[in-house]
């Protein structure tokens, strides 16, 4: 079983910046491909960023260029930098892997706002 928690949101401000953390214990995710996803109230569950097992990245249009997924595979964490917040951001961000696909943490809330 692998488990998965994520941290680091919180409020702040439009074009302001945070780091997420997604920690897994129980198997090392680093032999995974690990991806970012949000969900907005009402919406459906986005994937906004992914890291392959390699090190390889791919970024949703919509965080292109202001987000950027990275592993510490010592700590067996993934991370996700987000810098130039928009209020359109503003989610509840989970972390899954692939090789454990059934396995989600409780996510952690961003808010964008002013």
């Known amino acids: 079983q692998v488990q998965l928690v994520e941290s680091g949101g919180g409020l702040v401000q439009p074009g302001g910046s945070l780091r997420l953390s997604c920690a897994a214990s129980g198997r090392d995710i680093s032999i995974s491909a690990v991806h970012w996803y949000r969900q907005a109230p009402g919406e459906e569950r986005e994937r906004v960023a992914t890291?392959?097992?390699?090190?390889?990245?791919i970024y949703a249009d919509s965080v292109k260029g202001r987000f950027t997924i990275s592993r510490d595979s010592i700590k067996n964490t993934v991370y996700l930098q987000m810098n130039d917040l928009k209020p359109e951001d503003t989610a509840v961000y989970y972390c899954?892997?692939?090789?454990?696909?059934?396995?989600w943490g409780q996510g952690t809330q961003v808010t964008v706002s002013s």
């Open positions: 899954n892997a692939q090789a454990w696909a059934y396995a």
């Open positions: 890291i392959s097992s390699r090190g390889n990245t």
